[in-house]
């Protein structure tokens, strides 16, 4: 093989491995970061990954949050009027935060169907709802006040 063509050769081949290496490595770290929004009825079919960063919303049940005493701990409940899923959150919550009232809960899901939140998110007045909980709720057959549609 000619010394100008074996060059190129080496050049084309360092250029695809080390693209292809490039390419992994955003994809792996990108792998991490993604947020996906599930319901809490897909949550109750199983639809959801355990252990794996999502988002759950809907309304917070009625007389469902629990704060604990000694810590800044709640536990509260988000459903679609499907299903219900019970989160934990340590932290301090939205002044817009409460039971009725629609929110979006960041975290993971653990082998019991809790959902351990590391963030949570309310809206921000009484006619804004999230679209992911609008639709979320609208699939349901309710509206954003938990009336049938």
């Not at 491995?17 to 955003?26: E, K, N």
């Not at 355990?50 to 949050?65: E, H, I, K, N, W």
């Not at 939205?94 to 629609?102: A, I, N, S, T």
């Amino acid at each position: 093989m000619h010394p100008v063509r074996k060059q190129r050769l080496y050049l084309v081949l360092f250029l695809v491995v080390f693209s292809s290496a490039a390419i992994g490595l955003v994809a792996y770290a990108l792998r991490g970061n993604i947020n996906l929004f599930f319901s809490p009825a897909d949550v109750a079919a199983g639809k959801a990954p355990v252990g794996q960063a999502l988002r759950v919303g809907g309304m917070v049940v009625d007389g469902s949050v629990q704060r604990s005493d000694d810590s800044l701990v709640v536990r509260f409940e988000i459903t679609d009027f499907q299903s219900t899923v019970p989160v934990v959150y340590e932290g301090i919550l939205p002044d817009l935060f409460g039971e009725g009232q629609g929110a979006v809960a960041s975290g993971e899901l653990d082998a019991l169907g809790v959902l351990q939140a590391s963030e949570v998110l309310a809206k921000h007045d009484e006619n804004y709802m999230p679209p992911e909980v609008a639709d979320a709720l609208e699939k349901s057959g309710f509206d954003h006040k938990g009336n049938a549609q």
